[in-house]
């Protein structure tokens, strides 16, 4: 195994994720939701935090980089299009990008529509994504930014990883999207199963984190826009463009109580 992940809750709901090349024993952070979570998890490691990889610059996800940049020698690299908006940057990378962390190479992917600038990091060679707030599993994120059909091609991008890809995500959202899911897309074996085995383990009070992108494919609506019952869920013709759908869906779910 080229690296090890270890996933810590920050804040309320938010993930942490230290990702640690085992050859060049550089650690990364995927995002900087709390600086004291963070310093946390390195100190029960025994790690050293060397890099942090910035996905979007909501608070959230950027509050502990100060703290943390003043207390380790360390790169913080993020979205050129958010440059302004992420104190601390000292690489901006755009979507095709790849960053090395020692011998780990994660490629950047553009997902805008939560945040214009919006990225993520995929690590190909060990089948890793991290998707920040653009994909949830059985959801994705509000489009505070964007438009839908820039959000799709996006979502579409993230699909297009192979199924054993592994989704580390930004929030422990999954059984509040399941109840979305399960409303627009009730007849979905696999989401009925993967609803059910969340519903199991959050009342075991376990993560619902990671998730294989298979999985996500077969029942995540969002991922499905393209697909006709979800075009009919939605009230649309079975022909309606995806990025329609996609944004029906999205507005439902906006909505949904």
Not at 16 to 35: M, Q
Not at 101 to 112: L, Y
Not at 158 to 163: A, K, T, W
Not at 215 to 241: I, Q
């Amino acid at each position: 195994m080229a690296v090890l992940v270890d996933q810590f809750l920050c804040r309320t709901d938010n993930y942490g994720y230290l990702v640690h090349d085992v050859e060049t024993r550089k650690t990364v952070a995927i995002d900087a939701p709390d600086a004291g979570a963070v310093k946390a998890a390195l100190n029960h490691r025994g790690w050293t935090l060397t890099d942090i990889l910035i996905t979007h610059h909501h608070r959230d996800h950027v509050e502990g980089v100060s703290v943390l940049k003043s207390e380790f020698k360390l790169t913080v690299t993020g979205p050129r299009l958010e440059a302004e908006k992420i104190m601390g940057l000292d690489v901006m990378v755009a979507p095709g990008d790849m960053v090395m962390v020692g011998s780990t190479a994660f490629f950047v992917v553009a997902t805008p529509g939560h945040t214009l600038g919006h990225i993520a990091y995929h690590n190909a060679g060990d089948r890793h994504l991290f998707s920040g707030d653009a994909l949830f599993s059985l959801g994705c994120g509000r489009m505070f930014e964007g438009k839908p059909g820039p959000m799709w091609e996006g979502l579409k991008q993230l699909r297009s990883l192979p199924d054993p890809t592994l989704l580390y995500c930004g929030h422990e959202y999954t059984e509040e999207n399941a109840r979305f899911a399960l409303s627009v897309d009730p007849r979905n074996a696999a989401l009925n199963i993967r609803a059910a085995e969340v519903k199991r383990m959050r009342a075991e009070g376990k993560f619902t984190i990671p998730v294989s992108l298979g999985m996500e494919k077969a029942t995540n609506p969002f991922l499905r826009s393209d697909k006709p019952e979800l075009a009919k869920a939605m009230g649309l013709p079975p022909d309606t463009d995806p990025s329609l759908v996609f944004a029906a869906l999205r507005g439902a779910k906006d909505d949904f109580r």
